[in-house]
């Protein structure tokens, strides 16, 4: 199949899924474009079925805003053309199935059939999406796509009770690649983070509101209190430095460590024992799936897709947003008893199992069939 993959090139997760999609279709013979205003993060290397095609825009002294949605179109309509596509696989509704439905009806007029696929992320629907400045817009391109998918059964859930979908949602669940997130020990590098046998801590997120990165704070002085730890965060984002800063006043700063955007993030990982994942919201959590996939037990908010991912009691604990006191309490029980850490860290790597990208991608690849042979 020839697939048109549209996406934020961005450090979220919405950007690895649909790169590493792409990566793995691509593997499998079928010929990938990716399409985007930047080339993909994840996209780093070489392969001669994906070509990136980059959004470029022309200013001009009248924009305060550049057009983005119509050059997106306008090289979505181009890529569509030049490289035959089947298909156009868009990440994230907005605005990529608004552009995405646009980009189908220009390419009809010259007698192009092209059909458009949109997988829902998470805050394009529970937070952007619904917001009324972009709800008309959202409903109606979702509403036209060929095919929805969301990436948890409570996305789908939240897709239906906040628009007017008519149309069916294929729950797609987000995937890992397990040779990529294993346990790979690197004793030598856990003793330079932990020289004196401390557990160690990991959040990673785009520090934004919505993740709550403060309780992960506050979540970690608790645990400190009892028990000799580090604590690592890894990404960048707008609360960085107000986090920096109450990190600094807590006291603990030699403990705590901003780690930036790191690529390898398993690298972290595969050395840590608690993942902490405390967001306001969270439509699946490939964070915690990954933790998971390096051994790591999960310690999340209870809200959205999390207890999809992360099984209560087993892989870790859910807490209720914002209750710190619980998530500490839950984070001591694991980390306090070395036969019950490694029960848990047992228990994350086999839930991560059943996510393997193996068993997730020809989910997508029966769904573009499905739909290229008219049977959705
Ligand atoms: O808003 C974000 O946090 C980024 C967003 C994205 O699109 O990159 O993340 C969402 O999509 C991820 C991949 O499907 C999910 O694992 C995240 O749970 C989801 N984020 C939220 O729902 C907050």
Do not use: W
């Not at 980059?54 to 030049?82: G, H, N, Q, R």
């Amino acid at each position: 199949m020839k697939i048109g993959i549209v996406c934020y090139p961005t450090f979220g997760g919405s950007g690895v899924i649909a790169t590493e999609l792409g990566k793995a279709l691509a593997e499998k013979g079928h010929e990938i474009h990716f399409v985007a205003y930047r080339q993909p993060f994840r996209l780093d290397s070489f392969s001669e079925n994906i070509t990136f095609h980059e959004v470029s825009l022309a200013d001009y002294p009248l924009f305060d805003f550049l057009p983005y949605e119509t050059a997106l179109t306008s090289k979505m309509v181009s890529v569509a053309i030049d490289k035959k596509l089947d298909l156009f696989h868009v990440h994230y509704a907005i605005p990529h199935a608004s552009t995405a439905y646009m980009a189908k009806q220009i390419l009809a007029a010259s007698g192009h059939k092209i059909k458009v696929i949109t997988t829902l992320h998470g805050t394009d629907i529970t937070l952007v999406g619904k917001d009324a400045s972009y709800l008309p817009v959202v409903t109606f391109a979702i509403n036209q796509s060929d095919g929805i998918t969301a990436v948890s059964e409570s996305l789908k859930e939240e897709t239906y009770r906040n628009f007017s979908i008519t149309k069916q949602i294929d729950v797609i669940p987000n995937f890992i690649d397990l040779h990529r997130f294993s346990k790979k020990t690197k004793e030598h590098f856990r003793k330079a983070i932990a020289p004196n046998g401390e557990k160690l801590i990991v959040h990673t997120s785009n520090f934004r509101k919505v993740k709550r990165v403060e309780d992960v704070l506050h979540v970690f002085k608790k645990i400190h209190e009892k028990i000799p730890s580090k604590m690592l965060l890894i990404g960048d984002g707008p609360d960085r430095s107000t986090l920096e800063k109450m990190a600094h006043e807590s006291g603990m700063s030699e403990d705590i460590r901003f780690l930036g955007k790191l690529e390898a993030v398993e690298e972290i990982l595969s050395v840590s024992d608690l993942f902490l994942l405390t967001s306001e919201t969270e439509s699946f959590g490939l964070a915690s799936l990954e933790a998971m996939a390096c051994q790591v037990p999960v310690i999340s908010t209870n809200t959205g897709g999390s207890p999809e991912v992360n099984i209560h009691g087993k892989t870790g604990f859910l807490s209720n947003v914002g209750d710190c006191d619980d998530m500490a309490k839950n984070a001591i029980y694991i980390l306090s008893d070395e036969k019950r850490l490694a029960e848990f860290k047992a228990n994350a790597l086999k839930q991560a199992r059943k996510f393997d990208i193996h068993a997730i991608l020809p989910l997508y690849e029966q769904l573009y069939t499905d739909i290229l042979q008219g049977r959705k």
